[in-house]
Structures are given as C-alpha cells and as structure tokens.
C-alpha cells in the first residue's frame, strides 16, 4: 500500500513537474527576427559570359555600323567612307572652228591661141591627052562633024602632079604641135576646102555621047582627109572614083572636099609648122561620039581648082607654158576668231576626219570646153594640211602642197579633205583671241599633158584680161584637236558629308595613333600632262577645323588618250598617308602622298570634308588638247581609317544612363542587406585594345550616392593584346561599396555617369581584325550574403 | 509573417497524420501492461485484459517523427534577440552542427475500423482491421546547408527520398506462453495494397561555380493505386495525372501479406523482461493494372547571360515520363519494424525501468530511437510511463509520459512520447522548445475478461 501511494506521488510529482515544466519567457517565437543571411562565405556566381567570339562575329551581330569595313584578304577593320564618283566641267574648249572665206583675185590677159595659115591656092588645067581612035582613021584635023556615033570613040587620061605653094601656119608658144589642119571652104565657111575637079570637054562637047571619067588622085604632105561630093569619105590621101560622062555635057565636074591635113611633121625651130604638098592626080575618060560637030582646036581639058584654107587646127597644146602665173605679192588677212584664252599658241588646229574645204578657181569659165584640158595648180598656203580624197579627179602633191585640178574641176569647186591648220615653228600666238592666218595662193594654169583640142575652142570672141579669183568658201568645222601651248587651270571645291562614322556613338579621339588613307581616283578628261592639287579639310558638327586641314600640289597628272576617235581620260590614283606607310603602296599602280593625314581626325572624327582641287595644265610646252563636245573631270575618293591602334591613341567615350530612380527604387521598400559585392569581368581579349571604365552613381541632384563604385588600384582595366594574336587575361573588378550593407540607398541611384576609354597597348600601331576575339565572364561577387527580413517582404517591419 | 510559418508548421502536420487514430510507436506504451497498443509493437506482449475497440473511438493520435524540426535547432538566442538559425549572428558551424546529416521525417498513420483480443486459456488472439499509412522522407543536410553557407561548391541532394504506403491490414494474432519464462507471439497479416508512393532520386545535386549554377534530378516515382488507368499511356509518354481517373473504376488488386513475431524472456523470476519483435515483415505485390512508373529527369542550369544573345544562358527540363516498369507489377516489402525492449522491475513488479530500442525500417533509411523509461503500476488497474527518448534528436529534457487506465470494462489511454520539459512563448502559446518529434495519442476501449497478471 505504501509503495503504491509512494508510486503515485511519484507519478504525481512527475506528472505536475512535467506539466509545469520551464518557460523560457524571454525566448519568444513571435519576437524572433526574421532576418536571415543566406550565404556567408564568399560566393561567386556566374552573370553573363561572352565566349569566345571574333570581333567579326560581334560586329555582325550588332547593329551595322555604318562605314566599317574589312580587308578581306588581312581581315582588318577600317572605317571606310567612299565618296560617290562626282566630276566637274571644264569648260571653254572650243570644239569647232569656223575658217571664213579665203579668196584670192587677180587679173591676168587672155593667152593667145591663134594660129596664122596662109591658104594654098591650087589652080591648074591641063589639056587631056586624046586617043581619037576611029576617028583617027578619018584624018580628022580642025573641026569635024560626027555622022554617027561610035562608043568609046575617044580616050583620053592626063597625069600630073600639082606642087603648090607649103602650107605654112604660125603656131603660138602655147600649142605645142599641130595633129591636123583643118581646111574650111572660103565662100561658105565650111568645114573641108572644095577641090573643084572639072573636065570641060571643049570642042568635044559636040559629040558627047556619053562616057566615063575615072581619076586617081593622090594628095601627098600628110594624111589628107577627104570626102566626095556623096559623102563619101577617103582616108590615105588617095581618091579614086569614075563618074559618069552624061551625053551632050560640056563638061563633068565634081568636087572633092578636103577636109583635113594630119600632120606628121614637127613643128620648126620658128614654131611653125611647114607641109609641102603635091597632088598628084592621074585621069582618063572614054567618050562615046554622037553626031555632031567636034573640034580639036580646043582639046579636053581638065582643070584643078582649089583654096586650101585653113579653117582650124587639131593641136596639141603645151603643158609647159603657163596660161597663168601668179605669185601673190599681197597676202589676204583671214581672222579666226573665238579663240580661248587658255590657248596661248596654236601649233596646229586638227580637224576631224571628213573635214573638207571646197577649193575653187572663178573667172576661167571662158575657156569653155577647154576646161578639162587645162590644170590648175593651186600652191595653198602651208597652214593648211590637206589631204586628197578618194575617187577624186584632182591630184593633190603634199610635198608641194600643191593641188592640181582641171578648170571644169575648180569651176564647179572641189572639195579637198583639211587635216588641219598648222603652223611652223612654236606655231602662232592669238591676239585677243583672234588668230590671223595670211591666204596668198600661187596659181599656174596650162594645159594638161598631151591636151588636145581644136583651136577654134580656145577663141573666145573677144577676150582681153581676165579676173581670176581661187580660193576657200567659208566653213565650220570640228575640231578634233588642239596642239600648242594651253594653260587650263580649274578650282573646284565640294563639302562631303561624311554621316557619323562612329555610329552615334561621338567618341573623342586623343593622339594621333589613327593612320588613316586617303584614297583619290581623278580622272584627267583632257589629252594635257595636268598638275593638280588639292586640300583636305575636315568638318565636326558643321564647324570647319582649318586647323586640321592637309594638302598637297604639283602633282602630275598623264593626260587623256585618245583612242579611235575617243578621249579616254587618263587615271590617276593617290594615296594620302603618313609616310610610314609608303613602303606598303610604293610600286603600285599608286602615287603616294605623304602627309599627316592623322590630323584630320585629331580630336574627333568628322562628319565631313571639304575637298579642294585645282587643275592645271602645262602652258610652257606644245601639247595636243583632243576636244570633245564636253570635258568632265571625274574623281572619286575614299577615306579609310583603318583601325590600327598605338599607346599614344586613346578614344573615350562618356555616356550617362538615366532615369534609373525606377529601377531601383523597389529595393529600398525592402530591407535588403549585402555583403561586399564585386562585378568581375574576366577576359581573354586578343584584340589591341586595353579598355577602362569608371562610373559614378548620381541622385537626381546629380550628386554621388552614397552607394557608389569602387575601382581598386589597377582593376578597371582590361588588357589588350600586344599582338593582336595573343590573347591577353585580365581582371577588371567593380566594387560596390554599400555603407552598411545596406541597398536601400540604390533607390536614390537616378543616373550613372560613366566613362570609357579604349588605348593601344603598344607604341606601334597594331591593327583591328577580325579574327581577335574576346571572351568575357561576368562574374559577381558576395562576400557576406544576403541579408533579408522576410518581414519587410511580407509588409510586417521587423520589431525593434 | 511568423504566425504564418507557425500556423504553416501546424497545418502540415496535421496534414500528414490527419485521421490518425492508432499510433503505431508509442514508445512510452512498451512496457505498460494495460495497453493493448503494445501487441501492435510486440505480438508476445499482450494486455492485462482482453479489450474490444470501439472505431473512432479507440483512439485519436498524430505522430511525426523527425530528427530535426525541433525550436532549439532553428531557432537561436543571440544579444538578447531570438533569431532564426539562419541571421548572420548565428555561425555556420553552430546552426548546421545541430542538424542530423540527413534530415528524416515520418508519419505514421493507423485507422482502426476494428480489432479485439481475448485471452483463451493462456493463448491471447488478437485480430483486426485497419487502414494503415505510413511516410517517410528522407533530406538532405545539404539543403540547409546551402541556405546558410550559400556559396560556391557541390551541394549533394541525393540522400532524398519519399516513401508512402497505404493499405489495408486484416490481422489475426496469437500470442502463447511456450514456456514459462518464454511468451511467444505473432501475427498473420493480410495486406491489401490502396496506395504506394516511392519516389527515389539517385541523382539530386546542385553546384554553384563562378562559372555556373547547376542542378541535376534524376529518380523514378511508383505510383500505385486503385483509380490508376494507363489507357493509352505507353512507356515513353508523358506522365499524365490523368491516369488518376475514378471514372475508370476503382481496382484493388494488390495483395499482400505480413507477419509480426515476437518473444519475450523472463529472467531473474521475471525481474528482467527482455523482449524482441520484428513487426510488418512483409510485402505487398504490387498490381500492375495499377501501376505506374514515371521516370523524372530534370536538370537545370544557369551560365548566366549570353552576351551575344542578350538572352540567358539557362536550361531547364523537367520531364516526367512513363518507365518500361510501369503496368508491370512489382513486389514491396513494407516498412517493418523492430522493438528490442528489455526492462527490469522492481518493488514486485510496481515499478520498471525499461529500454527499448525501436528502429523503423523504411525504404529509404532506418530510423532508429531509444527509449528509456520508468514505469509505474502502482494499481492493478493503472499504468503510467515516463520516459525519455533518444537517438532521435530529442535532447535532454524531452520526456514521454503515458498513463493508462485499464479497469474491467474500460480502457483509456493518453500518452505522449516527446513532451518536453522546456518551451518558448509565441503569442500566448508555449511551444516545445527541443522536441523534434511529435505525438500525442488518445484511447479508449472496452476491457473483456479478468485481469492476467504479468
């Protein structure tokens, strides 16, 4: 029982002391703070990484930065601006020259062509020898009457040779030989003498009963043409022919014309030509007698009459006697006038092809027909170079400079292609743009070889002096080219706009480590050696930086060719760098420039050019200016900079991102504590940049929060790479310094200030390519963790 | 905010044990002879009297083990301001060397529909039926690990686990006293198989490097249950939740079965009781109809931003899809026990000082407590235990109190096994201050029978 109830007190105590227990009142869960730090120690978490990407790659996947280009064969980067090929007129070259008329008169006398002939009077009769044949049986004596009639009762014939007197005719200086001469008849004028051959029967004519006359005639002294009274023509100085002996005529009569003599003789030593002619004729008839009465008193007889006139001559004219002679004495004074300025002296004025001038000779239409037959020599000045065109019927001699044409030619004016104007020596100034030109042509007109013609055609009626003008219709040509002394010389000037080659970005450019080229193409439209010159200066945000300006001059320039008729501009490429550079375009197709192109981009980076050219041509020496209807100077230019960069190179950039105070602003209803925080950038950066930063936390007052960062000794800095092929490591660390851990501050964060600045790594330039690359890990840093009252969060403060 | 994680706290636990009636380790009810819960811990220890259960009202009780969730472990004192184990004024070392390696948490639920035991002669038969639930999660220390010392290094995660049985447990039991110092007994269990839940991660680990943060998951999940229907689900697809489908009927077709077996030794003219069982030895074969086996593979990773990109450089995937296993059966052991108990008593048996070890088997971790207890029956009729339990993370003042009333005709029982003797104050509540297990059970029966002595 004892044990029992000691049992239950001692379950009893138990129970209640169980009960009871101990209280901890000053351990309250509901006080407890619920500010918790999660993390202690020092973590590192990855934000954000870049792996290894080219600066090729990272320049593709952004926006396009306008201007940036790369070498495809090096890979490296340049800015590159190219300007739009642009040209410029050059103007005042004349393209076509109007040569006014040239004429040159003179009077000369009318040559004489007349030949003196005396006529050759032929006048004979002779008796006929008579074979009185029967009638002989009847011992006729006197006079006798025919009973009956007896056919070919009577026979006569006579031969004789006539001998007159030569013919003889003058011949003047200008004919040099007679081919024939002509006879004409006196009474009638006629052509062809009448050689009246009659054979009158006399006594005979009683008893005419008909009969027959034959003759022979031979003429001797040439080659007489001649022609009956039919018509019929006889050639070989020979006439042959029977006539007829009608019953009861008296007599017969026929003519024979003589028409021409061909000569084949030379003329004499008096100029004159003498022909001895003979005629030599040999006749015989055969009379039938009728009844009649018939005497022998008067026998047959035969008479040859004639008057060898001469009615003109077939000659030869001689080629070697001027008709015309004339030197001028006086020079005609032709004006070109129009003549620029810029050409000092004119050595030639070429004209293009099919360029003709139309020479003419007037006042010689008098020689009628003889026109063809008479050649005009024209020596033309020696300023004009001519040149015979195809199928013509003149003769141009080039070395005489001499044209040959006939009168009927120059009459109706021959065109003769006109190379050009040239002149001897330097060639001719021009005087208040006028280029005075001497037209004094020498003239010789004869006959053309072996001319021949009848004389009659030469005699005019009444021809005294003459008035002979030859010369050049006023004309317009085109100009092909222009050689002599030319001095063009232009200006030109244009603004280029170059647009923001950094991309907005408005960088400041410190030292002069940029090498940038300059690359001009012009192209010389003018068929002249040129030297040019040009300045160079570069506008930032409209303001022209005189300051920075580069130029060069006296740089040659080839001239245009000229090539199958056309004016292909001549090219010529510069290269505008610093000399250092010259090794790299020396013995190209380029002419280096050396000059410290790098001022242009000292202290910023224009937005713009303005370029200045000014060409000039060599006055000093004769050159040949090709024309064309117009000349346009081209050019073209290019400006690289390529992205090349040294120590003494550095390019800021300061920027200022604002209107943060939202951003951050929802941290500071919050009781958020940090650590130390550090944002870490690791990289490998093999491109030769070193890069730094620095930033400033500003309030809306712009003053600097009291969060701000902090960037230790040497830890805002990213290396570059020596090289440009190795890759350098580098740390940049950013420290936020947070007073108390507390980032409640960041709420007043309302902008960051921040400035960048890219550096070469090295004194000597390396260049920017694509092939660098960059890695980069974003690392962030807590040291201490994060420390937050979930009581703030849920809106409950933690109690104090 | 802190009501919140309190009220939060409460709730989960409730959660898990909701509808607990029987407790299936009341430690402090070992060695009280009045209570018929012993014979669920031991089949050879059986109750003073023959007893009937009345459903519902045989018990009420919730029960969650852990090694961890006590006030003192997360909570410190510091420049006289409570604070979480997780401010800056409490070290890394301090806070995490309170915490087991591996955090473990159980609950065990038993719904009683029926039970009754009777002696006849010297054989005790015991039978009945319940609904039993039981959970366990196994975590990683790591997890804490990296809240407090977030930073960079590996964070091993693998040691996770959740395990969760429900079944059905038709019980018949007999216990004999083959000698007289030696009692044997056991049960015969007939197991019907409603829920089994096992998702094991082999692969659970997380690191944080100043080059990433990664994470990687890779495990399986069983699910088995009575309203799953793969219809058209093929190994490969997508795990659906709509496999969960009651329109497709209810399927109970899992079976099983158990046996619980133990002894109990009296020496020293029964001064010294020692005991041992093994209980739930047993297995359920899974039904395939119901079965399915989802393989879940999730990693994640963040790289930070890729600059390039300006896009994240981040992955996650999460992938649940359906196994080659699933619609296969498979066979589970469920989680057993073992009690080894010895006592001595004292003062004719009024007074015992006992020891009992009791490691739960599950499948993911052994859990394992050591109970040292006083216990007093000073009356035929009454029983009361102190006792303290160890190896579960409960400190120094943790003590388990039961008292039983076991008169004819009445048995009523109240007993806690972590009742601890030091409390903080939240609001006007007291809150234990060390225990990092709960549990709190009620009884009451009928007792049948006359009074067998022990």
Known sequence: MKLQKLTIRIIAVLFAFSAVACVDKDFRLDEASMEMTLGQGKTIIPL???????????????????????????????????????????????????????????????????????????????????????????????SYRVPFKVENAITGNLTETITPEHLYVQVPEQIEDIVAVFFKDIESGHQGAPLHLKLDLNDLKGINGGGELNIDLKLAGGNFIMADGDGNRYDDNHFAKSYKIKEGDEFVEFVLYIDRIVNDKTLDSNHALDIPLSLTYDLDFSLDVMPGEFSLANLPKFNVDADLEYGDADVMLSKSVMLVDYHSTEANDVVIDSIPAEIVSVKSINLKDNSRIQLFARGLDWFGDAADLIE??????????????????????????????????????IDIGLDAIEFEGDGVRPEGGKLHLDFAPDIEVHFAKDAEIMVSSLMPESVENIVISTGIDAMEFTIESVSGCIAYGYDYSQKVQLGDLTGGMGLEINGEGLSPIIRIEIGNPLSLEATIGASITPMVGGEVRSENVISFDNLTIAPAEYVNGEIVPSKMYLVLADESRREEFEGGDYTFVACSVGKLL???MPDGLILDFSVDT??????????????????????????????????????????????FELL????????????????????????????????????????????????????????????????????????????????????????????????????????????????????????????????????? | MKRKIVSLLFAFVALVVAGSVTAQTLNSSYFMEGSY???????????????????????????????????????????????TGLNSLVSADEFLGRLPKTEKMSANVSFNFISAGFYRGKMYWNFGVNIREQADMALSKDVFTVLKTFGNGTYDLNRTALNANVYGETYVGATYPVLEWLTVGARLKFLTGIVNIAANFDQMSASVTPENIKGDLSGTININAPVVALTNMRPGDTFNFDIFNLANGVKLGSFGAAIDLGAEAEFLDKSLRVSAAVTDLGFIKWSRKTTAVADIDGAFYFNGVDFATAEPDYGFDASMTMSEASNSGYTKMINCSLNVGAEYNILNNRIGFGLLSHTEFYNSMAYSELTVSANFRPLNWLSATLSHTLLSGNKAGVFGFAFNIHCPGLNLFLGMDYIDTRYVKYENMSVPRMASSVNAYFGLGFNIGKYVAK
């Open chain 1, 48 to 142: 954000g990484y870049l792996k290894e990407q080219t600066i090729g790659d990272l320049l593709n996947t952004g926006q396009a930065i306008e201007g940036l280009s790369i070498d495809p064969d090096t890979g490296e980067y340049s800015f590159s601006f190219k300007g739009d090929a642009a040209s410029f007129g050059v103007e005042g070259i004349p393209t076509s020259l109007g040569i006014p008329a040239m004429v040159n008169s003179f009077s000369v006398a009318y040559p004489e062509f007349n030949l003196s002939a005396k006529s050759v009077e032929i006048h004979q009769g002779k008796e006929m020898k008579l074979n009185m044949g029967v009638l002989d049986k009847f011992g006729v004596s006197g």
């Open chain 1, 376 to 413: 005009v020599d024209i020596t033309l000045p020696g300023y004009l170079s001519l040149h015979s065109l195809e199928g013509v019927t003149y003769e141009y001699v080039e070395s005489a400079h001499q044209l040959k044409a006939t009168l009927a030619d120059l009459e109706k004016g």
């Open chain 1, 602 to 604: 000292a202290g910023a």
């Open chain 1, 618 to 663: 060599n006055s000093e020496e004769v050159s040949t200016l090709y024309v064309a209807e117009e000349f346009e100077l081209s050019y073209s230019y290019s400006l690289d900079v390529p992205l090349a960069f040294n120590s003494d190179l550095s390019i800021g950039y300061s920027g200022r991102a604002e209107g943060l105070k939202n951003t």
């Open chain 1, 668 to 800: 500071s209803g919050y009781d958020i504590k940090i650590g130390d925080l550090a944002l870490l950038v690791n990289a490998v950066n093999s491109a030769p940049l070193q890069f730094a930063i620095n930033a400033q936390l500003l309030d809306a007052n712009g003053e600097p929060t009291s969060i701000n960062l902090h960037i230790p000794e040497g830890g805002g800095i990213i290396k570059g790479s020596d090289d440009g092929v190795k890759g350098a490591e580098s740390q940049m660390r950013l420290e936020l310094k947070v007073p108390s851990g507390d980032l409640s501050g960041l709420g007043d964060v309302d902008a960051i200030n921040f400035d960048f600045e890219l550096k070469g790594v090295t004194k000597d330039s390396v260049p920017l390519k694509d092939s660098q690359s960059v890695s980069v890990m974003l690392q962030l840093e807590l040291d201490g963790g994060v420390t937050i009252d979930l009581g703030s969060f849920a809106g409950a403060s933690r109690i104090e």
């Open chain 2, 37 to 83: 819960f012993r014979t669920d811990m031991n089949p050879a220890l059986t109750p003073t009297r023959g007893y009937v259960a009345i459903p519902i009202l045989s018990g009420v009780g919730a029960e969650v083990n852990t090694n961890f969730m006590s006030v003192d472990k997360f909570f410190f004192k510091k420049d006289g301001q409570v604070v």
